[in-house]
């Protein structure tokens, strides 16, 4: 079975900062990831994915996540945050041919001026 | 525009009582599924559905169930309801194959009294 590990509950940062969210996963099978964000009191929307090619993904919002299979990381950046990128920040793994997801704990970017 | 709704969003019940959630998509997905989201844990899956008349079990499917007797819904039903199961709970739907994005409901918050 995989497993997703956030090693960040929180994150706090200012505003124009850049940011990462970390993100390890445990597999001995191929797997897809994924990054998904959560606004207050709304269901979680898709950020980007990793199935196959390039290791360096871009998404929406200026996101950006690198694949790296040696240190079985996932890990989520941004250059710059702005304020409204406030949310809660989840990392989600998919094991080749299966359709369940399982999801970290959550990462909270908290971004203050 | 094809959607995910869930209803109720939101409904405080009593210990024992039997509840139901609902969960209609308009794309045609095949696969549904439900989820729950509790502090410290993020999201954790219930129960899931492949196609009509198909249901799985999840991580925490105890206390649960769910039918599909058509593509468009998977309602889940608490049979007794029970305080361990105040939480958030998200219905998500994706087609199939590798590439399908999972899309998820808005979701409904369950207070058990």
């Known amino acids: 079975a995989q497993s997703v590990t956030q090693l960040d509950s929180q994150v706090p940062v200012f505003e124009e900062a850049p940011v990462e969210l970390r993100c390890n996963y445990s597999?001995?099978?191929?797997?897809?990831l994924f990054w998904y964000v959560q606004y207050p009191n709304q269901g979680l929307q898709l950020l980007l994915k990793?199935?196959?090619?390039?290791?360096l993904v871009k998404g929406i919002n200026g996101f950006e996540a690198e694949f790296n299979k040696s240190q079985t990381s996932f890990h989520l950046r941004k250059p710059s945050v702005h304020i409204s990128d406030t949310a809660e920040y989840f990392c989600?793994?998919?094991?080749?041919?299966?359709?369940?997801?399982?999801f970290g704990k959550g990462t909270m970017l908290l971004v203050s001026p | 525009d094809a959607e995910i709704t869930q209803s109720p969003r939101h409904k405080i019940t009593e210990t024992g009582r039997q509840v139901t959630l609902a969960c209609h998509q308009t794309?045609?997905?095949?696969?549904m599924f439900w989820y729950r989201q509790d502090l410290g844990h993020g999201l954790r899956l219930i129960h899931y559905s492949y196609g009509v008349h198909d249901t799985n079990k999840g991580e925490v499917s105890d206390g649960y169930s769910v039918s599909r007797s058509n593509t468009e819904d998977l309602p889940l039903t608490l049979e007794s309801a029970a305080s361990s199961q105040t939480s958030v709970y998200f219905c998500?739907?994706?087609?199939?194959?590798?590439?399908?994005?999972?899309?998820f409901g808005e979701g409904s918050r369950l207070t058990v009294l």
């Open positions: 990793y199935l196959s090619g390039s290791t």
């Open positions: 794309w045609n997905h095949n696969n």
């Open positions: 597999s001995s099978v191929s797997v897809y």
């Open positions: 998500a739907s994706r087609t199939g194959g590798e590439n399908g994005e999972l899309f």
């Open positions: 989600a793994v998919r094991r080749s041919g299966y359709s369940t997801l399982t």
